[in-house]
Protein backbone atom coordinates (compact mmCIF):
# COMPACT_ATOMS: atom_id res chain seq x y z
CA UNK A 1 0.00 0.00 0.00
CA UNK A 2 2.60 2.60 0.77
CA UNK A 3 4.99 1.27 -2.19
CA UNK A 4 7.51 4.38 -2.73
CA UNK A 5 6.73 6.11 0.38
CA UNK A 6 10.40 4.92 1.70
CA UNK A 7 12.00 6.65 -1.60
CA UNK A 8 10.57 10.08 -0.39
CA UNK A 9 13.08 11.96 1.53
CA UNK A 10 11.42 12.46 5.00
CA UNK A 11 11.36 16.32 5.60
CA UNK A 12 8.04 16.38 6.69
CA UNK A 13 5.80 14.26 8.90
CA UNK A 14 3.32 13.62 6.65
CA UNK A 15 0.58 11.75 7.28
CA UNK A 16 -0.57 7.96 6.01
CA UNK A 17 -2.97 9.02 3.37
CA UNK A 18 -2.17 9.53 -0.42
CA UNK A 19 -4.30 12.12 -2.42
CA UNK A 20 -5.26 11.09 -5.77
CA UNK A 21 -8.24 13.28 -7.00
CA UNK A 22 -9.11 17.49 -5.97
CA UNK A 23 -12.20 19.33 -6.70
CA UNK A 24 -13.19 23.01 -5.58
CA UNK A 25 -12.46 22.71 -1.71
CA UNK A 26 -12.58 18.76 -1.58
CA UNK A 27 -10.00 16.41 -2.07
CA UNK A 28 -9.79 12.33 -1.99
CA UNK A 29 -7.32 9.73 -1.07
CA UNK A 30 -6.57 6.47 -3.20
CA UNK A 31 -8.66 4.71 -0.20
CA UNK A 32 -11.88 6.77 -1.41
CA UNK A 33 -11.77 8.72 1.10
CA UNK A 34 -13.01 12.68 0.93
CA UNK A 35 -11.87 15.43 2.46
CA UNK A 36 -12.60 18.98 3.39
CA UNK A 37 -9.51 20.98 2.56
CA UNK A 38 -9.15 24.21 4.69
CA UNK A 39 -5.27 24.25 3.93
CA UNK A 40 -5.27 23.77 -0.14
CA UNK A 41 -1.66 23.49 -0.34
CA UNK A 42 -0.91 26.33 2.19
CA UNK A 43 -3.23 29.25 0.88
CA UNK A 44 -2.11 28.25 -2.85
CA UNK A 45 -4.98 26.71 -4.73
CA UNK A 46 -6.73 30.42 -4.86
CA UNK A 47 -10.03 28.90 -6.85
CA UNK A 48 -9.80 25.32 -5.04
CA UNK A 49 -8.50 21.77 -6.16
CA UNK A 50 -8.53 21.71 -10.29
CA UNK A 51 -10.62 24.82 -11.11
CA UNK A 52 -12.02 24.15 -14.45
CA UNK A 53 -10.66 27.56 -15.79
CA UNK A 54 -7.30 26.28 -14.80
CA UNK A 55 -7.42 22.73 -16.40
CA UNK A 56 -8.61 24.91 -19.72
CA UNK A 57 -5.48 27.08 -19.86
CA UNK A 58 -3.27 24.66 -18.58
CA UNK A 59 -4.66 21.89 -21.87
CA UNK A 60 -5.12 24.35 -24.54
CA UNK A 61 -1.24 25.82 -23.49
CA UNK A 62 0.56 22.83 -22.83
CA UNK A 63 -0.86 21.66 -27.03
CA UNK A 64 0.72 24.67 -28.02
CA UNK A 65 3.77 25.75 -25.98
CA UNK A 66 5.61 24.38 -23.52
CA UNK A 67 8.83 26.06 -23.13
CA UNK A 68 10.54 28.26 -25.49
CA UNK A 69 13.15 28.58 -22.68
CA UNK A 70 13.87 31.81 -21.07
CA UNK A 71 16.06 33.31 -22.98
CA UNK A 72 12.89 34.11 -25.60
CA UNK A 73 9.57 36.10 -24.82
CA UNK A 74 6.05 34.39 -25.04
CA UNK A 75 2.75 35.43 -25.38
CA UNK A 76 1.58 34.75 -21.70
CA UNK A 77 4.84 35.54 -19.91
CA UNK A 78 3.64 39.22 -20.98
CA UNK A 79 0.16 39.09 -20.79
CA UNK A 80 0.49 38.18 -17.16
CA UNK A 81 3.56 40.55 -16.84
CA UNK A 82 1.22 43.02 -18.30
CA UNK A 83 -1.67 42.61 -16.03
CA UNK A 84 0.09 42.95 -12.83
CA UNK A 85 1.56 46.20 -13.66
CA UNK A 86 -1.67 47.47 -14.40
CA UNK A 87 -3.31 46.11 -11.29
CA UNK A 88 0.00 47.11 -8.83
CA UNK A 89 1.55 50.06 -7.84
CA UNK A 90 4.63 48.44 -9.14
CA UNK A 91 5.89 48.75 -13.38
CA UNK A 92 8.40 45.24 -13.66
CA UNK A 93 7.82 41.55 -13.28
CA UNK A 94 10.74 38.94 -12.85
CA UNK A 95 9.09 35.48 -12.80
CA UNK A 96 10.25 32.76 -10.55
CA UNK A 97 9.36 29.33 -9.52
CA UNK A 98 8.75 29.87 -5.88
CA UNK A 99 8.45 32.28 -3.12
CA UNK A 100 11.77 31.95 -1.54
CA UNK A 101 13.53 32.40 -4.89
CA UNK A 102 11.20 35.57 -5.56
CA UNK A 103 12.28 36.76 -2.45
CA UNK A 104 16.16 35.82 -3.16
CA UNK A 105 15.57 37.89 -6.28
CA UNK A 106 14.22 40.81 -3.86
CA UNK A 107 17.17 40.35 -1.82
CA UNK A 108 19.86 40.34 -4.62
CA UNK A 109 18.12 43.47 -6.64
CA UNK A 110 18.13 45.44 -3.68
CA UNK A 111 21.84 44.69 -3.03
CA UNK A 112 22.59 45.59 -6.43
CA UNK A 113 20.65 49.28 -6.03
CA UNK A 114 22.66 49.74 -2.87
CA UNK A 115 25.61 49.33 -4.91
CA UNK A 116 24.43 51.89 -7.54
CA UNK A 117 22.92 54.41 -5.35
CA UNK A 118 23.75 53.92 -1.50
CA UNK A 119 27.42 53.51 -1.53
CA UNK A 120 27.30 49.57 -1.52
CA UNK A 121 24.71 49.17 1.17
CA UNK A 122 23.45 45.66 1.54
CA UNK A 123 21.89 45.36 5.01
CA UNK A 124 18.24 44.40 4.83
CA UNK A 125 15.80 44.57 8.53
CA UNK A 126 13.47 42.17 8.41
CA UNK A 127 11.03 41.20 11.22
CA UNK A 128 11.79 38.89 14.30
CA UNK A 129 9.11 35.74 13.79
CA UNK A 130 9.33 36.85 10.00
CA UNK A 131 9.16 34.12 7.35
CA UNK A 132 10.66 34.55 3.55
CA UNK A 133 11.46 30.85 2.39
CA UNK A 134 14.10 28.16 2.76
CA UNK A 135 17.08 28.80 0.52
CA UNK A 136 19.90 29.51 2.48
CA UNK A 137 19.54 33.67 2.17
CA UNK A 138 16.15 33.56 2.77
CA UNK A 139 15.90 31.27 5.86
CA UNK A 140 19.02 34.02 7.14
CA UNK A 141 16.01 36.64 6.29
CA UNK A 142 13.88 34.63 8.16
CA UNK A 143 13.24 35.27 12.27
CA UNK A 144 11.81 31.93 12.30
CA UNK A 145 12.29 31.02 16.06
CA UNK A 146 14.77 27.46 15.85
CA UNK A 147 16.12 28.31 12.59
CA UNK A 148 19.04 30.20 14.22
CA UNK A 149 21.58 27.67 14.36
CA UNK A 150 20.33 25.62 11.45
CA UNK A 151 22.91 25.02 8.49
CA UNK A 152 25.57 27.26 10.09
CA UNK A 153 27.55 29.91 8.40
CA UNK A 154 24.26 32.67 7.47
CA UNK A 155 24.08 34.73 4.89
CA UNK A 156 25.41 38.08 6.71
CA UNK A 157 23.57 41.52 5.94
CA UNK A 158 20.45 40.41 7.66
CA UNK A 159 19.05 42.36 11.08
CA UNK A 160 16.45 41.17 13.13
CA UNK A 161 14.52 43.89 14.84
CA UNK A 162 10.87 43.04 17.13
CA UNK A 163 7.72 43.76 15.29
CA UNK A 164 6.02 47.12 16.28
CA UNK A 165 8.92 48.75 18.05
CA UNK A 166 9.46 51.56 15.67
CA UNK A 167 12.64 52.73 17.57
CA UNK A 168 14.30 49.42 17.79
CA UNK A 169 14.16 49.60 13.44
CA UNK A 170 15.80 53.41 13.94
CA UNK A 171 18.41 52.35 15.94
CA UNK A 172 18.91 49.33 13.73
CA UNK A 173 19.58 51.49 10.54
CA UNK A 174 23.40 52.25 9.51
CA UNK A 175 25.42 53.73 6.67
CA UNK A 176 25.10 49.73 5.44
CA UNK A 177 21.27 49.67 5.52
CA UNK A 178 19.59 49.26 1.95
CA UNK A 179 16.04 48.30 2.58
CA UNK A 180 13.30 46.94 5.08
CA UNK A 181 11.52 43.64 4.53
CA UNK A 182 8.66 42.09 5.82
CA UNK A 183 5.20 40.19 5.82
CA UNK A 184 2.36 42.77 6.70
CA UNK A 185 0.94 39.30 8.17
CA UNK A 186 3.36 37.34 9.50
CA UNK A 187 1.55 33.47 8.27
CA UNK A 188 4.00 31.25 9.77
CA UNK A 189 4.25 33.05 12.80
CA UNK A 190 0.63 32.49 13.58
CA UNK A 191 -1.42 34.59 11.48
CA UNK A 192 -0.58 38.02 13.26
CA UNK A 193 -1.46 41.00 11.08
CA UNK A 194 0.99 44.03 11.86
CA UNK A 195 -0.47 47.13 13.37
CA UNK A 196 -1.80 49.86 10.23
CA UNK A 197 -0.03 52.42 12.23
CA UNK A 198 3.47 50.36 12.53
CA UNK A 199 3.38 49.67 9.37
CA UNK A 200 2.83 53.48 7.90
CA UNK A 201 5.13 54.78 10.08
CA UNK A 202 7.74 51.90 9.28
CA UNK A 203 7.62 52.83 5.53
CA UNK A 204 7.28 56.90 6.44
CA UNK A 205 10.92 55.95 7.64
CA UNK A 206 12.20 53.83 5.23
CA UNK A 207 11.58 56.40 2.91
CA UNK A 208 12.96 59.06 4.91
CA UNK A 209 15.75 56.98 5.35
CA UNK A 210 16.11 56.06 1.40
CA UNK A 211 15.47 52.73 2.06
CA UNK A 212 13.72 50.31 -0.18
CA UNK A 213 10.37 48.79 1.31
CA UNK A 214 10.14 44.97 0.40
CA UNK A 215 6.92 43.43 0.89
CA UNK A 216 6.82 40.07 1.23
CA UNK A 217 2.84 39.37 -0.27
CA UNK A 218 3.31 35.25 -1.19
CA UNK A 219 0.76 34.34 1.12
CA UNK A 220 -1.19 38.04 1.61
CA UNK A 221 -1.34 38.51 -2.21
CA UNK A 222 -3.48 37.78 -5.17
CA UNK A 223 -6.92 38.26 -2.96
CA UNK A 224 -6.19 36.49 0.16
CA UNK A 225 -6.68 39.21 2.32
CA UNK A 226 -9.89 40.65 0.82
CA UNK A 227 -7.81 42.84 -1.40
CA UNK A 228 -5.61 42.11 -4.47
CA UNK A 229 -2.57 43.06 -2.11
CA UNK A 230 -2.45 43.33 1.58
CA UNK A 231 -0.16 46.73 1.01
CA UNK A 232 -3.74 48.22 -0.44
CA UNK A 233 -5.14 47.98 3.04
CA UNK A 234 -2.37 49.58 5.10
CA UNK A 235 -2.08 52.24 2.71
CA UNK A 236 1.49 51.58 1.65
CA UNK A 237 3.53 51.30 -1.22
CA UNK A 238 6.25 48.76 -1.55
CA UNK A 239 9.49 49.55 -4.00
CA UNK A 240 9.60 45.61 -4.29
CA UNK A 241 7.25 43.14 -3.85
CA UNK A 242 7.05 39.15 -3.68
CA UNK A 243 4.30 36.90 -4.79
CA UNK A 244 3.96 33.13 -4.67
CA UNK A 245 1.47 31.06 -3.60
CA UNK A 246 -2.09 32.14 -4.76
CA UNK A 247 -0.60 33.64 -7.63
CA UNK A 248 -0.11 29.91 -9.80
CA UNK A 249 -3.56 29.28 -7.84
CA UNK A 250 -1.44 25.50 -7.53
CA UNK A 251 1.09 25.66 -9.95
CA UNK A 252 4.74 26.64 -9.07
CA UNK A 253 4.53 30.35 -9.91
CA UNK A 254 6.14 33.63 -8.11
CA UNK A 255 6.95 36.88 -9.16
CA UNK A 256 9.39 39.87 -7.91
CA UNK A 257 7.99 43.04 -8.69
CA UNK A 258 9.13 46.31 -8.37
CA UNK A 259 9.29 50.12 -9.58
CA UNK A 260 10.65 51.60 -12.44
CA UNK A 261 13.35 53.24 -10.62
CA UNK A 262 14.72 50.01 -8.95
CA UNK A 263 14.73 47.82 -11.55
CA UNK A 264 18.34 47.92 -11.65
CA UNK A 265 19.77 44.35 -12.75
CA UNK A 266 21.86 44.31 -15.87
CA UNK A 267 21.97 41.19 -18.45
CA UNK A 268 22.69 38.49 -17.17
CA UNK A 269 22.23 39.17 -13.40
CA UNK A 270 19.23 37.48 -12.61
CA UNK A 271 17.21 34.81 -14.49
CA UNK A 272 16.65 31.37 -14.19
CA UNK A 273 15.72 28.17 -16.74
CA UNK A 274 11.85 27.80 -16.32
CA UNK A 275 11.31 31.15 -15.07
CA UNK A 276 8.36 32.83 -17.06
CA UNK A 277 7.41 29.93 -19.04
CA UNK A 278 4.31 29.44 -20.94
CA UNK A 279 2.37 26.79 -19.12
CA UNK A 280 2.66 28.42 -15.19
CA UNK A 281 2.20 31.92 -16.81
CA UNK A 282 -1.13 31.25 -18.94
CA UNK A 283 -2.44 29.33 -15.79
CA UNK A 284 -1.27 32.22 -13.45
CA UNK A 285 -3.00 34.86 -16.15
CA UNK A 286 -6.34 32.63 -16.06
CA UNK A 287 -6.52 32.53 -11.74
CA UNK A 288 -5.76 36.67 -11.88
CA UNK A 289 -8.40 37.19 -14.37
CA UNK A 290 -10.82 35.28 -12.48
CA UNK A 291 -9.49 36.63 -9.26
CA UNK A 292 -10.18 40.26 -10.88
CA UNK A 293 -13.54 39.23 -11.83
CA UNK A 294 -16.37 41.70 -10.90
CA UNK A 295 -17.46 40.65 -7.75
CA UNK A 296 -15.03 38.18 -6.81
CA UNK A 297 -13.27 39.99 -4.03
CA UNK A 298 -15.80 40.82 -2.48
CA UNK A 299 -17.48 37.53 -2.29
CA UNK A 300 -14.12 36.83 -0.27
CA UNK A 301 -14.87 39.45 2.22
CA UNK A 302 -18.09 37.77 2.74
CA UNK A 303 -16.48 34.71 2.74
CA UNK A 304 -14.32 35.90 5.68
CA UNK A 305 -16.86 37.25 7.32
CA UNK A 306 -18.45 34.23 7.92
CA UNK A 307 -15.16 32.44 8.79
CA UNK A 308 -14.50 35.02 11.60
CA UNK A 309 -17.89 34.88 13.34
CA UNK A 310 -18.25 31.03 13.25
CA UNK A 311 -14.66 30.56 14.88
CA UNK A 312 -15.72 33.89 16.96
CA UNK A 313 -18.62 32.17 18.22
CA UNK A 314 -16.46 28.44 18.72
CA UNK A 315 -14.25 30.49 20.55
CA UNK A 316 -17.00 31.70 23.04
CA UNK A 317 -18.29 28.57 23.16
CA UNK A 318 -15.57 26.59 24.30
CA UNK A 319 -13.40 29.53 26.28
CA UNK A 320 -10.95 29.74 23.53
CA UNK A 321 -8.34 32.73 22.48
CA UNK A 322 -8.71 35.46 19.56
CA UNK A 323 -9.68 35.15 16.15
CA UNK A 324 -7.62 37.05 14.27
CA UNK A 325 -5.79 37.51 10.63
CA UNK A 326 -7.43 39.31 7.17
CA UNK A 327 -9.71 37.52 4.30
CA UNK A 328 -9.00 34.10 4.56
CA UNK A 329 -6.51 34.19 5.71
CA UNK A 330 -7.27 33.79 9.27
CA UNK A 331 -6.14 31.89 12.42
CA UNK A 332 -8.30 30.85 16.05
CA UNK A 333 -6.05 30.70 18.85
CA UNK A 334 -7.37 27.23 20.98
CA UNK A 335 -5.65 28.90 24.08
CA UNK A 336 -4.70 25.89 26.32
CA UNK A 337 -5.83 22.88 23.97
CA UNK A 338 -3.41 21.55 21.28
CA UNK A 339 -3.73 22.79 17.65
CA UNK A 340 -1.85 19.56 16.83
CA UNK A 341 -3.62 17.00 18.33
CA UNK A 342 -7.21 19.20 16.95
CA UNK A 343 -5.34 18.87 13.48
CA UNK A 344 -5.22 15.09 13.91
CA UNK A 345 -8.67 14.46 15.04
CA UNK A 346 -9.89 16.49 12.13
CA UNK A 347 -8.30 14.55 9.91
CA UNK A 348 -10.05 11.94 11.58
CA UNK A 349 -13.28 13.48 10.80
CA UNK A 350 -12.12 14.81 6.82
CA UNK A 351 -11.38 18.01 7.57
CA UNK A 352 -7.94 19.37 6.68
CA UNK A 353 -6.48 21.92 8.60
CA UNK A 354 -3.12 23.42 9.84
CA UNK A 355 -1.48 24.16 12.77
CA UNK A 356 1.55 26.57 12.40
CA UNK A 357 2.11 26.97 16.13
CA UNK A 358 1.34 24.76 19.18
CA UNK A 359 -2.16 26.81 20.11
CA UNK A 360 -2.68 28.27 16.75
CA UNK A 361 -4.82 27.10 14.17
CA UNK A 362 -4.48 28.71 10.34
CA UNK A 363 -7.48 28.58 7.85
CA UNK A 364 -7.03 29.09 4.43
CA UNK A 365 -9.45 27.72 2.17
CA UNK A 366 -9.96 28.49 -1.74
CA UNK A 367 -11.27 31.92 -2.44
CA UNK A 368 -14.20 30.73 -3.82
CA UNK A 369 -15.10 28.72 -0.74
CA UNK A 370 -18.78 28.10 -0.46
CA UNK A 371 -20.97 29.10 2.42
CA UNK A 372 -21.83 25.45 2.73
CA UNK A 373 -18.48 24.81 3.10
CA UNK A 374 -17.81 26.89 5.85
CA UNK A 375 -20.98 25.87 7.53
CA UNK A 376 -19.38 21.95 6.94
CA UNK A 377 -16.13 23.21 8.49
CA UNK A 378 -17.38 25.11 11.28
CA UNK A 379 -19.58 22.04 12.35
CA UNK A 380 -16.48 19.24 12.28
CA UNK A 381 -14.92 22.14 14.27
CA UNK A 382 -17.03 22.19 17.02
CA UNK A 383 -17.30 18.16 17.07
CA UNK A 384 -13.82 18.20 17.06
CA UNK A 385 -12.67 21.02 19.91
CA UNK A 386 -15.55 19.74 22.05
CA UNK A 387 -13.79 16.11 22.09
CA UNK A 388 -10.48 17.32 22.72
CA UNK A 389 -11.53 19.71 25.37
CA UNK A 390 -13.24 17.28 26.89
CA UNK A 391 -10.63 15.14 26.86
CA UNK A 392 -8.17 17.60 28.91
CA UNK A 393 -11.33 18.37 31.37
C1 LIG B 1 5.44 30.42 1.64
C2 LIG B 1 6.14 31.67 1.88
C3 LIG B 1 7.42 31.91 1.34
C4 LIG B 1 8.20 30.86 0.59
O1 LIG B 1 7.58 30.45 -0.57
P1 LIG B 1 8.01 29.06 -1.24
O2 LIG B 1 7.21 28.98 -2.50
O3 LIG B 1 7.69 27.98 -0.26
O4 LIG B 1 9.47 29.13 -1.50
C5 LIG B 1 8.00 33.14 1.55
N1 LIG B 1 7.36 34.11 2.25
C6 LIG B 1 6.13 33.92 2.77
C7 LIG B 1 5.48 35.04 3.48
C8 LIG B 1 5.49 32.70 2.61
O5 LIG B 1 4.29 32.51 3.15
Given at each position: ?????????A???????????????W???????K??????????????H???LL????????A????P??????E?????A?????????????F????????????K???K????????A????????G?????L????????????????????G???????????L???I??N???????????????L????????A????A?E?????I???????I?????L???EQ????P?I????K?L????P?????C??????????????????????????????R???????????????QA???G?E????K??????????????L??G?????????Q???????????????L??MP??N?????I????Q?????I???K????
Open positions: MNKGIDAVMVAKRPEMVFVQGKGSLWDRRGRYLDFVQGWACNSLGSPSVDALSEQAVLLNGPGFYNPMLQLELLVEHSVLDKVFANSGAEANEGAILARWGQLHRRGFEIITLQQFHGRTATMSASGKPGWDSLFEPKVQFTKVPPHDLQAQQANDTVAVMLELVQGEAGVPLDKGYVQLAKLRQGLLLIDEIQTGGRTGSFAYYGIEDMSLGGGGGLLAALLKEVVSCFDYGEQGGTFNGNPLVCRGGYAVLAVLAEGFLSKVQGNSLRQLGLSEYGLGEVRGMGLLLANVVLSSAEIVQAMAEGLLLNAPRDNVRLALVKGREEQMLILNKVGEVHGTD
